[in-house]
């Protein structure tokens, strides 16, 4: 019990410090970067991002083969 008590204090200053000093405003179709009301941009940017994000490891890792093979393909 006197252990309990004595990390009550611990626990209320880690969730002070846990607390983001940040507002942001939730307001419809504002909570997306870049925005979403224009259709066609936003499933451009995302299937852009999407496959560079996808596909960004094996073009490294075929990079990465063809340096180690002296650079011919």
């Known amino acids: 019990m006197f252990v309990a008590r004595a990390a009550r204090p611990t626990l209320a200053a ?3 410090r846990a607390v983001r000093f940040a507002h942001f405003e939730n ?7 870049g925005g979403s ?6 499933t451009i940017r ?3 991002f999407t496959a560079v994000g996808s596909g960004l490891p094996f073009i490294v890792w075929k990079w990465q083969e063809y340096k180690a093979s002296g650079g011919s393909a």
């Open 14 to 16: 880690a969730r002070l």
């Open 27 to 33: 307001v419809v179709d504002q909570t997306i970067p």
């Open 37 to 42: 009301k224009n259709r066609t941009m936003f």
């Open 46 to 48: 995302f299937i852009t």
